[in-house]
């Protein structure tokens, strides 16, 4: 199942039921007056964030809600039908936005979290409650309250307790795949990771979710690469691993310039709790791995973890450090599969 993680929908509550105009009509009843019901309800447009998905593919193509409308009334002072509610059924980490996309409408985080978004419109009256002592026998009635109806953007934002941050080729994938049962694609080029993917880590008896995030480059939080669009995943980590590359040409440039893009693109990213990876040792001498270590801690006033995702040194060290940053509540709400979502699901 491909990752998608926005999608524009358009939904609408139905419209109540109109009214009926009926006499009852009865024999050796005299009399016998109005008795048209009131028309039923029209169908409320729910949200309910449900476990085990993490993407909004579904959405690509079911892009139309629309609940059904309520039922007309009927003689014998017969109330009609309501329509029945619509559930539209979203990842948790969910949130609801406006269609001009400045303002958010609902959030949703919690396993099970529903909300009325949009209420059905209240049937119309029958003509037995126009009734009056002037008015015996009324013949109008009303036609239904109309639904509500909007546009809005749904934006997937992972649930995972650490994410990984780095430029590309900083080896993230290849760190998660050596440290959970996730399958990301590992290349020796740029961007072999083009969507984010999930793994689960276990650690000290402890279970814990990791996000992988494309990789970064400079002006990325002014939309420069892939990368940015996928930095909300990471708003809601506990922890961030940054990762950078021993073989690089700057180690600390390329440090500089994630840590830059964090700040530039806000939300709290720097401010985080960061852990640092300097990865790929296992291709350098010693005493280079030490100078570079001494250079990138004097420019992070940091610890820095020398590490190889390839060679599983330094592994455990880093997870140590995770699991020191993650409050110990067990797994996060979002229970994955690795890599991407495996579960056949409906948006309804």
Not at 22 to 42: I, L, M, S, W
Not at 114 to 126: A, H, I, K
Not at 136 to 149: D, K, L, N, T, V
């Amino acid at each position: 199942m491909h990752f998608l993680d926005q999608a524009k929908v358009y939904i609408s509550s139905g419209a109540g039921g109109p009214g009926a105009v009926a006499f009852r009509r009865e024999k050796f009843v005299e009399y016998g007056g109005p008795d048209g019901g009131n028309g039923g309800k029209g169908g409320d447009i729910i949200f309910e964030a449900v476990a085990g998905l993490n993407t909004l593919i579904d959405f690509r193509y079911t892009q139309h809600f629309r609940a059904p409308r309520g039922k007309g009334g009927s003689g014998s002072n017969r109330t009609g039908a309501g329509g029945d509610d619509l559930i539209i059924r979203v990842p948790i980490g969910t949130q609801l936005l406006s269609d001009d996309r400045e303002h958010v409408l609902a959030d949703f985080t919690k396993v099970g979290e529903q909300r009325v978004f949009l209420r059905g419109g209240d049937g119309g009256r029958g003509n037995a409650t126009y009734k009056t002592s002037t008015n015996r026998a009324p013949r109008q009635h009303g036609i239904g309250w109309p639904g509500e109806e909007m546009w809005v953007w749904l934006r997937l934002k992972l649930l995972a307790d650490a994410g990984l941050l780095g430029l590309p080729n900083a080896g993230k994938s290849t760190f998660i795949n050596a440290v959970t049962n996730a399958r990301a694609k590992v290349g020796a080029y740029p961007f072999t990771t083009v969507r984010p993917q999930l793994g689960v880590v276990t650690h000290r008896d402890r279970e814990w979710v990791v996000a992988d995030i494309p990789g970064l480059i400079e002006g990325a939080a002014d939309g420069a690469g892939i990368g940015d669009r996928f930095l909300g995943h990471v708003e809601r980590c506990r922890v961030l691993l940054h990762l950078v590359d021993a073989t690089g040409d700057d180690p600390v440039g390329a440090y500089r310039i994630v840590r830059k893009e964090l700040k530039n693109y806000g939300a709290g990213l720097v401010d985080k709790p960061e852990v640092i990876g300097l990865n790929k040792i296992d291709a350098l001498d010693p005493a280079d791995v030490k100078k570079l270590v001494t250079k990138l801690k004097r420019a992070s006033k940091a610890e820095v973890l020398p590490m190889s995702g390839a060679a599983g040194t330094g592994l455990d060290i880093v997870l140590d450090r995770l699991a020191d940053a993650i409050p110990s509540v067990g797994i996060s709400p979002l229970k994955v599969e690795a890599g991407e979502a495996q579960a056949e699901w409906s948006p309804l």
